[in-house]
């Protein structure tokens, strides 16, 4: 690792005062540091009023005239166009991006659960399917196919089979918090509303392959319309 000596620290303040206070920790700074190394004497030059793009520019004989040229030459020598054509046709082999949109049409009712975790946990989630980042910036991943998706964390599990679903993080200052959402085909069966510790059920055709079980044995509450059942799970 380079260390600057304390006569480049010097020639590197002349080169900020030189730039000005809007560049002093900017480009002119790190172009005086290049040159310096470069063994270039730049200060008198600078001082008469060469800007350090020049003087980088003369130092390395590059010529503003030939930038088209030199880089038409890049382009030449690493075949831009074949590997242009190469990536044009790996992208036509993904498959076509996952909306929202699309994945609340495959289903009329949403089961949504929110779930918030102790400070330094996570929920394990495990499943099968094809899953892929809607808005990565935003930590959704979507699974419009699934073969099985589970979970059990802190008194919460859940079983789905053959259903698409949602997944939905962000931090908050004290914990992590995650959104699970499941597209139904209609309104689940919900036990255990009274007690604040609802057990959920969804069934396709009377069998879990087709189907949802969620248990909640803690404090939670639920919003419920005619196309969502919203599980919000008390913090502990």
Known sequence: MDVLGGTEISQLRIAQAVEGSSRSYGSGAIIAWILTRMNV???QRSQQGASFET????AVNFKPQDASTLAQASLDQFNFKELLSEAEK???TLPPEITMADFYL???VRLVINIPTVKGEGI??????AGLPSEPEKGITIFLTSQSFSFDYRQISLLAENRPYMLN????KQYKH???TIMLDELPQITGFESG????????GGTIEGGVKLKVERAATLDITQDSVTVHITPQ
């Open 178 to 180: 995650y959104e699970v």
């Open 197 to 204: 510790e609802p057990q959920i059920q969804w069934l396709d």
């Open 124 to 129: 394990r989630f495990t499943g099968r399917g």
């Open 106 to 108: 495959k289903g009329k």
């Open 55 to 58: 003087l980088l520019s003369e």
């Open 41 to 43: 004497d730049w200060r």
């Open 169 to 172: 993080s962000t931090k908050a």
């Open 90 to 92: 790996w992208k036509s």
